[in-house]
């Protein structure tokens, strides 16, 4: 007796998975929607293919610029910490920047 598939097909196939994969982590600051353009497949058939390898693209918020009233906060602040040490801050970080992670969905 034959087994039925149900549903549709995948459209790509493991290798392509592999590759797409690969290719993210490589350019991991593509838009999804320039790596479904390079592989012809839907931005949808890329999150899912990723989602399967828990590989979650972030967003990137976009920069604020700089006006005068943030410019003023921004210097007043800078005013107020800079007699500390230099050794003072090597235990500050400073952290605007967007990444992928890999293993977001493994809480194990």
């Known amino acids: 007796m034959e087994s039925r598939r149900y549903g549709r097909l995948r459209i790509t196939t493991t290798s392509d998975d592999r590759v797409i994969v690969l290719y ?3 350019y991991d600051r593509a ?6 353009n390079v592989f012809g497949v839907s931005v949808r058939t890329i999150e899912r293919r990723l ?5 979650f693209k972030e967003f990137q918020r976009k920069k604020w610029f700089l006006d005068e009233c943030l410019a003023a906060a921004r210097l007043v ?3 107020q910490y800079v007699i500390y040490p230099l ?3 090597d235990f500050v970080v400073f952290s605007d920047e967007c990444s992928i992670d890999v293993d977001a969905g493994n809480y194990s």
């Open 24 to 26: 993210t982590k490589c």
């Open 31 to 36: 838009p999804l929607a320039d790596i479904s």
């Open 51 to 55: 989602h399967e390898q828990d590989i």
């Open 77 to 79: 602040w800078a005013r």
């Open 87 to 89: 050794e003072w801050w």
